[in-house]
């Protein structure tokens, strides 16, 4: 990324750029002109912007070659030449248009060139070669055909190297042409006809060239977002709280002040020097290598889920840093998600989310702390402070029911969490107790935010389809995806159902005359058209969510209380209270939305009449439900809503924290308490609090690339005997479920053999084994013989700007970030750069 940056930032300088000295010196007097011809000194003015070009033309033709170190020769410096290059230039420039003439195809930098291996951008023609150059130098003022169309792709397409040799004929023969007209009326600019242009082939898109330019336009989108965003950064926050306890502390002397000053600039220049380095890291680890395994070793795994796994890492770090000495080997929780999977899933949007809302909590203690992100070629990884307590539903589950007081003290710190999300603008949308985890301390932090949504377009995965999709359709590339899609598309209503998919992302994503004014730029117009519909999405875990949810609804922050009422419930009765115990999802849901007649708690255990009150009032539709006021009234105010337009106010539990039932909850002091549960740890890598089982059972997620040949599995069994091998090589040939792989394992523990061959044979199924995979839901990732090329080019390019770092001051500083130290002021993240 910081490459790329500096690469765009190259092209930007050499465009506004003064003129250098020389060619400042070369500079020509206007020509002389006749007093009586009143049109010429208007011409001229008209024409500025073409005298611009020409002598943009000159200096690029002198500065180029200079740096190629082309024998050219010397520019006429003669104000006379010069004045006669122009003022033919000019005269020529009324009839016919004016070309801006290289004097050699000059090479762009990569487009994407932080790693050439993923996205590389190259220009289509190669160097000079001797010959041309010969041209070149013998008549470098003599103007030349203009480059053309660039084909971006020309390497990997045999068609468009055809087209691209054509193309370099073509030129050659046109400058030669063009030479032989020079020769005759030398040092003169001469325009080329438009007609030569149209006879160069077009250029033959592929899959590829698709997918890098929309992978290079939602970067560039994405990036400058970030740049151009107003949000205050993490560093800006840090400088301001530095400046405040500066002003505060009274028994500080100036010196020591500006002593206290410097040492922050220095934290943070560190700060940004590891930062960089990581980045650079990240984007070697796009290259294939594992970056985790020169920095963490894995102590054991915490979780699984449908994304992968979260292990617990021990940092390995340098024993002779010398800047850190007795550095300690820190514990962390890294999350590690397989981005072919998520790929398939259409998941980026999400993925993106859950990121930017963990940087934007920077500094939250109610949030568990992020401390880096990056990825590798095929992994995302979410490096995070370690909860040893394990979630609050392993409390739930140890505990069955918990005693009211105790339920209060979770209850109420559940509520500052989720007050934390909406003060950020973020919706959580998944709110049940495996989010909430358990720290050192005992206190409670919310995790997971893959469904969290802030209503920005960078979050929808729509977005990214829509580049995608409108790169191909403008193309007129057809993808004809799978099997199903084949037979579907012969139907008409499948047809409409596509057309109407696309086209409600084109009316999200694709600026329109009726909503957009020229003046206020792409990325505004995204920012203030927004993704309205997407307040409607059906997420979430059916037993917490609330009826607007359900029913597909315009909804707000407000479903996440309605989840926050199933817990308390489910905290005091030990069951949820619309769990169905027939007829699975589908009657939870209705039971939900009859929740009018399916709600009513059981007389046992006994339950204060208070706290019940409580609960009713939450378990309300939207409009009457207890939370914040303000919804009602619906105060229009742009802070108090996300980017698609859905309230979310901050501090907005109002209402429920003044429920009687609170009374004695010291909302301000909470953190500062001690819980009703403090985990019962010997050390910070202690993990009891998480299943005993080692929760893998999945396939790996290291395996990628060719499936592996007969005779490397024959040589991975070989110990083994013949009929144990058949069956071995039976269960890898068919794509299995996760069910399936378990039935797989006791069938191997059922084999009378030592256990660590057992172990062997189990890790060998893991590894070869192929997971039955859903089937995807980008048809380009459905296209047999798309798919590959495709998935391999996003795995690479989709996540871009992933890299993340939290600042980590030194030990000693008085100035510690902002990291625990209450809610953080700021209001959005889409838009917040990483650090
Ligand atoms: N920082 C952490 N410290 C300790 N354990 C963690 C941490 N983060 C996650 N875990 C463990 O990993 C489990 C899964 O993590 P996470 O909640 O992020 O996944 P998930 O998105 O809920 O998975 P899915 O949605 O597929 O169920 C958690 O329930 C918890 O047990």
Not at 134 to 155: C, E, F, M, Y
Not at 311 to 318: A, P, Q, T, W, Y
Not at 529 to 544: E, P
Not at 808 to 815: E, I, L
Request: charged share 25%; aromatic share 8%; glycine share 6%.
């Amino acid at each position: 990324m910081g490459r790329y940056s500096c690469t765009m930032a190259y092209e930007a300088d050499e465009v506004l750029e003064p003129p250098t000295n020389t060619t400042r010196a070369a500079l020509p007097r206007y020509p002389p002109y006749s007093q009586g011809d009143n049109e010429r000194p208007s011409k001229i003015r008209k024409q500025g912007s073409k005298l611009v070009s020409a002598l943009r033309s000159f200096r690029n033709s002198a500065s180029q070659a200079s740096a190629a170190e082309v024998s050219l020769p010397s520019p006429p410096s003669s104000p006379s030449g010069m004045g006669r290059i122009f003022s033919t230039a000019l005269l020529k420039g009324q009839l016919e248009p004016t070309v801006v003439h290289r004097t050699q195809f000059k090479g762009r930098p990569n487009v994407i060139s932080f790693d050439k291996g993923i996205i590389e951008l190259t220009p289509e023609s190669s160097p000079p070669t001797s010959a041309e150059s010969g041209i070149n130098s013998a008549k470098s003022s003599v103007p030349r055909p203009s480059t053309g169309k660039t084909s971006l792709d020309s390497k990997f397409s045999a068609k468009s190297k055809a087209a691209s040799q054509r193309s370099s004929d073509t030129k050659k023969s046109v400058a030669k042409q063009a030479t032989a007209e020079g020769s005759s009326n030398e040092n003169v600019l001469t325009p080329i006809a438009e007609v030569e242009m149209a006879e160069a082939p077009e250029p033959v898109p592929t899959i590829v060239t698709v997918e890098k330019v929309a992978a290079a336009k939602i970067f560039l989108e994405c990036h400058y977002n970030e740049l151009t965003s107003r949000e205050l950064t993490p560093r800006s926050i840090r400088r301001k709280q530095l400046e405040l306890a500066l002003v505060q502390d009274t028994t500080l002397l100036p010196a020591e002040k500006v002593g206290k000053k410097k040492s922050w600039v220095r934290y943070e220049t560190d700060h940004l020097r590891e930062t960089r380095v990581m980045k650079v890291r990240s984007a070697n680890a796009l290259k294939g290598k594992d970056i985790t395994t020169s920095r963490y070793e894995v102590v054991k795994v915490l979780g699984k889920g449908s994304f992968g796994v979260v292990r617990l890492v021990r940092e390995k770090g340098d024993d002779d840093d010398l800047r850190n000495p007795g550095h300690k080997k820190e514990i962390f929780a890294m999350k590690v998600i397989r981005k072919s999977d998520m790929l398939r899933n259409s998941q980026e949007g999400h993925l993106r989310a859950e990121r930017d809302f963990l940087v934007s909590a920077e500094g939250s203690q109610w949030v568990v702390p992020l401390i880096a992100a990056f990825q590798d070629l095929n992994n995302l990884y979410l490096v995070m402070d370690y909860m040893p307590g394990g979630d609050f539903l392993g409390l739930l589950i140890r505990d069955n029911v918990l005693s009211e007081p105790v339920t209060k003290w979770y209850i109420a710190e559940m509520i500052l969490c989720i007050e934390e999300a909406h003060a950020l603008r973020w919706i959580h949308r998944d709110i049940k107790p495996d989010n909430f985890l358990i720290s050192a301390s005992g206190h409670l932090k919310i995790s997971d935010f893959g469904l969290a949504f802030d209503g920005h377009w960078s979050h929808d995965q729509s977005y990214y389809n829509y580049h995608r999709y409108s790169v191909l359709t403008k193309l007129g590339i057809n993808v004809e995806g799978d099997s199903i899609d084949r037979k579907e598309g012969r139907t008409v209503a499948a047809a409409m159902k596509l057309a109407n998919t696309m086209a409600g992302t084109k009316e999200r994503h694709q600026i329109h005359s009726s909503s957009y004014e020229a003046s206020e730029g792409i990325l505004n117009w995204r920012n203030r058209y927004a993704n309205r519909s997407l307040a409607r999405s059906v997420v979430g875990t059916s037993q917490y969510m609330a009826p607007e949810v359900v029913k597909g609804e315009l909804y707000d922050a407000r479903c996440d209380w309605w989840s926050v009422a199933v817990i308390l419930y489910e905290c005091l009765y030990g069951h949820t209270p619309f769990l169905a115990d027939e007829g699975g999802r589908q009657q939870t849901k209705l039971n939900i939305l009859n929740h009018k007649s399916t709600f009513g708690f059981p007389h046992k255990p006994v339950v204060s009449k208070r706290c019940q009150d409580l609960i009713r009032g939450i378990i309300q539709e939207k409009n009457t439900r207890l939370c914040s006021k303000r919804y009602k009234q619906g105060q229009p105010s742009a802070s108090h809503q996300d980017y698609a337009g859905r309230y979310v106010y901050p501090h907005d539990a109002e209402d429920i924290k003044a429920h009687k039932w609170f009374k004695d909850i010291q909302w301000d002091l909470l953190h500062q308490m001690i819980p009703p549960f403090v985990p019962n740890i010997k050390s910070m890598d202690d993990t009891h609090y998480f299943d005993e089982e080692d929760p893998i059972s999945d396939f790996s997620d290291s395996h990628s690339g060719p499936p592996p040949t007969a005779k490397e599995i024959d040589e991975a069994l070989k110990p083994f005997h013949r009929e144990i091998q058949v069956i071995m090589k039976n269960h890898i040939v068919r794509p299995c479920d996760s069910m399936n792989l378990k039935k797989v394992e006791r069938e191997i523990d059922a084999f009378v053999m030592t256990e660590e061959h057992k172990e062997y044979l189990k890790a060998f199924v893991r590894h070869y084994g192929q997971k039955e995979r859903k089937r995807p839901r980008d048809r380009l990732l459905r296209d047999r013989d798309l798919a590959p090329r495709v998935l391999e080019l996003r795995k690479r390019g989709a996540f871009l700007g992933y890299t993340y770092r939290r600042f980590r001051p030194h030990p000693q500083a008085t100035f510690r970030g902002h990291r625990n130290q209450g809610s953080v002021a700021s209001t959005s993240s889409a838009g917040k750069r990483a650090v």
